[in-house]
């Protein structure tokens, strides 16, 4: 059997190659092609939904749309898009359905999601939820993986998270020290501005307000799966993979 190691799925994707690690992960050459999958990770903040959705998107070769990370970037740009957009996410607030449902629609219409995609951090609302089935009227159906963690867990993980600068890799969240740098890269690592405690426990309530309600929109759909996020991120992924592949699947009560 052949094999490609992690960096070449990385930027046959269009993605970076980590620079400074080595890295050795070898998988079977036959998923160099993108899978088929239209999925989409929810949870509470700090559940670990980016972490996995980026192991995801690299493992089955698909987009990541990570709707924070575009606001974020619009938010670094200077875009109008940013400056709507940036006291709302400082405060741990939503932005409008109206400009969230127009920023996915678009990139879906992408063709580099035309296969699958995996989608973090959107919907947040069921009205965005229910534009979303729109927009996938005429594709594969949604697979929607929900990563469960208590309250309690969420506060403790978010005060340690930190992001890396150079490559976006997320550290910390569910370790006992974060580290200085970027495992991946070397890279500087910073908090950000809404990891805050006081900006967090807004996040969480607006997430129990207007996100939670979703699991009930999706939760009698085959393709529901919740996992348990409390363990570490490497058996929360095998979990996640699983969950993507229709296998071990565990529906919240
Ligand atoms: P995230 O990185 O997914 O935690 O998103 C960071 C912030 O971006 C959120 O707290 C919201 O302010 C905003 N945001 C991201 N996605 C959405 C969405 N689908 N709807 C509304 N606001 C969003």
């Known amino acids: 059997m052949l094999y490609v190691r992690e960096h070449e799925k990385d930027e046959a994707a269009g993605g970076r190659r980590p620079h400074g690690s080595m890295v050795t992960e070898l998988v ?14 929810m949870g509470p903040p700090g559940a670990g939904k980016g972490t ?21 970037e619009a938010v670094e740009a200077g875009s109008p898009l940013g400056r709507a957009a940036a006291a709302i996410m400082d405060a741990g607030r939503l932005v409008g359905d109206d400009i969230m449902i127009g920023i996915v629609r678009q990139r879906l219409e992408r063709p580099d999601a035309a296969t699958g995609f995996v989608l973090d951090g959107f919907p947040r609302t069921v009205p965005q939820a229910e534009a979303l089935d729109a ?5 594969n159906p949604l697979v929607v993986i929900d990563i469960a963690v208590d309250d309690a867990d ?3 993980r978010l005060s340690k998270r930190r992001v890396c600068t150079a490559c976006g890799t997320i550290v910390g969240a569910a370790e006992a020290n974060p580290p200085a740098v970027c495992p991946d890269c070397g890279g500087g690592l910073v908090q950000r501005r809404d990891d805050r405690e006081s900006v967090v426990l807004e996040r969480l309530a607006v997430y129990r307000e207007q996100t939670a309600p979703l699991i009930d929109y999706y939760r009698n759909r085959p393709t529901f799966r919740s996992v348990d996020g409390s363990p570490g991120p490497d058996e929360v992924a095998a979990a996640v993979a699983d969950a993507a592949h229709g296998r071990s699947v565990r529906r919240t009560a």
């Open 52 to 72: 996995q959705a980026r192991r995801l998107a690299r493992g089955f070769r698909l987009p990541h749309i990570a709707t924070g990370d575009i606001l974020r």
């Open 135 to 139: 927009m996938l009227d005429r594709r």
């Open 154 to 156: 969420i506060v403790r």
């Open 28 to 41: 079977p050459r036959e998923v160099r092609r993108p899978m088929a999958l239209n999925l989409m990770l």
